[in-house]
């Protein structure tokens, strides 16, 4: 998939503690922590989608109508699929 520009805004809005893992805006990159273990820079294909820079995989954002994040749907080559609820 390829790389999208995101709004910083929209990209913030991301932020939060998903279960175990949390999402943080560091260095003007979303970054995901996986249950406390070496941060993955994101990579944007779209406002909810997701890559990883350094890891194969996907994340994908549950948004309410609002468009507020309700939970995470992870696919990781290392963990297999896993989905957690926004805290």
């Known amino acids: 998939a390829q790389r999208i520009e995101l709004?910083?805004?929209?990209a913030k809005r991301l932020?939060?503690?998903?279960?175990?893992?949390r999402v943080e805006w560091k260095n003007e990159n979303l970054v995901f922590n996986f249950n406390g273990n070496t941060p993955l820079v994101m990579v944007p294909h779209s406002e909810t989608e997701f890559g990883f820079?350094?890891?194969a995989g996907n994340i994908k954002f549950d948004?309410?109508?609002?468009?507020?994040p309700?939970?995470?749907?992870?696919?990781l080559d290392a963990a297999g699929k896993r989905k957690a609820i926004r805290k």
Do not use: P
């Open 63 to 68: 948004l309410n109508e609002d468009g507020i």
């Open 7 to 10: 709004d910083q805004a929209v």
């Open 53 to 55: 820079t350094k890891s």
């Open 15 to 21: 932020v939060g503690r998903y279960g175990g893992h």
């Open 70 to 75: 309700t939970g995470i749907e992870l696919n």
